[in-house]
């Protein structure tokens, strides 16, 4: 795959590569993302993504546009757009961060406020009228998890287990079946959500947070704040402020705030708003309905099978968001 990247890369931006890892990071598996460096010297992510909707590139180019910093900037191609297609996936460019992602460091109380004002920045951004059209309202995904869910219902119900994991799995199903029901019964008597839309992100979660390292040292001897970046944005929806707000309100284990404090430092950077319980229980049902079937089925189908079995059990765990939307 190497020597197609390096082609790739050369051809449609002009860069030579000298190096490149493959960073497995993330749930993603419609993505593969790159570590690369030019002849130049020059750190750059590489992404190669059939996810989403070509929204995200642009909605991304857009704010990193207005000056927001923490939004990835994209490179443009030598024919000025912003991808290029490679079978069928788009391949874009970002500056490489040197950081970590927050899933894996936690956030300290002052990285979460500026984390809360850079997301307040993001909602509070203006959408020009080209952008409005392209924008969607709801997750794409969302319409199919249903029947995702039935499908992979029927499976576990009427099919002998091919393996431990998938034994494993059916009884984890079965033990929270009860909750799987629900959530389903609830997707289907909720209406959209209301309210006034803005851009969310729609998956602003840890794992999609780098803490980037401290460049200098600061007049008193301390290290300057650390700048908090926020990356993949192939979801991005325009919708009530709720869908990503949603994200820090529990539910979410380690990838949310979990104590009080953080939540506070989160909204001390936000800022005050007054949330719609209605749009909030809306857009847990919905992500916790995608939680399910989609490790579900990577449970099944792979890759890292164990580990996906394991995120499942949490999704529905009695602190998961699954009973939080039901609650």
């Not at 993330?26 to 130049?40: H, K």
């Not at 199903?173 to 799987?180: H, R």
């Not at 992100?201 to 908090?228: F, T």
Request: aromatic share 6%.
């Amino acid at each position: 795959m190497y020597a197609e990247l390096r082609r790739w890369v050369r051809e449609d931006y002009g860069l030579d590569l000298v190096e490149a890892s493959l960073v497995h990071d993330g749930a993603d598996v419609a993505a593969e993302v790159w570590r690369v460096r030019t002849s130049s010297d020059d750190l750059y992510a590489v992404k190669w993504s059939g996810g989403g909707t070509d929204a995200g590139p642009l909605l991304t180019a857009y704010l990193a546009g207005t000056g927001i910093q923490g939004i990835p900037q994209l490179r443009q191609t030598r024919s000025g757009e912003l991808w290029s297609h490679r079978e069928g996936k788009r391949l874009s460019l970002t500056p490489w961060i040197e950081g970590t992602r927050a899933a894996d460091s936690g956030l300290t109380d002052q990285q979460w406020s500026l984390y809360g004002e850079l997301l307040a920045r993001v909602h509070a951004t203006e959408v020009p009228a080209n952008l409005q059209a392209v924008l969607p309202r709801l997750n794409p995904i969302n319409a199919r998890m249903p029947a995702l869910i039935r499908a992979i219902q029927l499976r576990l119900t009427t099919e002998p287990p091919a393996d431990a994991v998938e034994e494993e799995l059916a009884a984890v199903w079965k033990a929270n079946q009860q909750t799987i029901t629900g959530l389903l019964k609830l997707h289907s008597e909720l209406e959209p959500p209301q309210g006034r839309p803005v851009i969310c992100h729609a998956d602003p979660h840890l794992g999609n947070v780098l803490a980037e390292r401290p460049r200098s040292l600061a007049s008193d001897g301390g290290s300057d704040p650390v700048g908090i970046h926020l990356i993949d944005w192939d979801d991005v929806v325009l919708a009530p402020c709720e869908q990503d707000l949603m994200f820090m309100l529990g539910g979410m284990g380690a990838l949310g705030p979990t104590t009080a404090d953080q939540l506070a430092a989160f909204f001390d950077g936000y800022g005050d708003v007054t949330l719609d319980e209605t749009n909030l229980t809306y857009y847990r049902c919905a992500r916790a309905l995608e939680e399910v079937a989609l490790w579900a089925e990577q449970a099944i189908q792979g890759p890292d099978r164990e580990d996906c079995l394991d995120i499942l059990r949490g999704a529905l765990a009695p602190d998961g968001l699954a009973v939080r939307a039901l609650a």
